[in-house]
T-cell receptor
Framework: GESVGLHLPTLSVQEGDNSIINCAYSNSASDYFIWYKQESGKGPQFIIDIRSNMDKRQGQRVTVLLNKTVKHLSLQIAATQPGDSAVYFCAERAWGNTPLVFGKGTRLSVIA | DADVTQTPRNRITKTGKRIMLECSQTKGHDRMYWYRQDPGLGLRLIYYSFDVKDINKGEISDGYSVSRQAQAKFSLSLESAIPNQTALYFC??????????FGDGTRLSIL
């Protein structure tokens, strides 16, 4: 889930298990959502996106689910690997020319 | 993303100094952005530009200014730095409303 204050929520997962990272968004007018991965010392890196006319989208080992009814977004990572350890951010956008609004992030820690 | 280059990567300076952070891109993107990241607070938008003649304030523009010198260059200035501007700063680019691509950040410390 999203953090409040200075402490990021942390998800610890055993290597090989599936990970689910959740995000609650606030703007019911948001129609585009993105997940980013940020490794230590680097900028955020695009993982996957989804538009509001879809409720599921799959990439390589990742799936994003969108539930507009409860304004909830999740990122599922299959067969989590040590290289997946990072901070994950969701971001939303209301319409084409408004900037992205980022959530506060969740730290994923993979236990070997 | 090596196509988005931020300079310097690290900077330590004193309160009251003027500081400029630079961003250049080789992606040919029209849109550029400056974000600030503080521990546990995610990314907050400072300014953004949709083309060379367009500058827009973001969520936290007070104390900052920007210049879009060319399509490929977008600089962020702190006119008179203060300690609470100590943070990690990221530049990002996008082609129209496509996903943003980020540089690797500038770590700025103001004493």
């Amino acid at each position: 889930g999203e953090s409040v204050g200075l402490h990021l929520p942390t998800l610890s997962v055993q290597e090989g298990d599936n990970s689910i990272i959740n995000c609650a968004y606030s703007n019911s007018a948001s129609d585009y959502f993105i997940w980013y991965k940020q490794e230590s010392g680097k900028g955020p890196q695009f993982i996957i996106d989804i538009r509001s006319n879809m409720d599921k989208r799959q990439g390589q080992r990742v799936t994003v689910l969108l539930n507009k009814t409860v304004k909830h977004l999740s990122l599922q990572i299959a067969a989590t690997q040590p290289g997946d350890s990072a901070v994950y951010f969701c971001a939303e956008r209301a319409w084409g020319n408004t900037p992205l609004v980022f959530g506060k992030g969740t730290r994923l820690s993979v236990i070997a | 993303d090596a196509d988005v280059t931020q300079t310097p990567r690290n900077r330590i300076t004193k309160t009251g100094k003027r500081i400029m952070l630079e961003c250049s891109q080789t992606k040919g993107h029209d849109r550029m952005y400056w974000y600030r990241q503080d521990p546990g607070l995610g990314l907050r938008l400072i300014y953004y530009s949709f083309d060379v003649k367009d500058i827009n304030k973001g969520e936290i523009s007070d104390g900052y200014s920007v210049s879009r010198q060319a399509q490929a260059k977008f600089s962020l200035s702190l006119e008179s730095a203060i300690p609470n501007q100590t943070a990690l700063y990221f530049c990002a680019t996008s082609f129209e409303d496509q996903p943003q691509h980020f540089g690797d950040g500038t770590r700025l410390s103001i004493l």
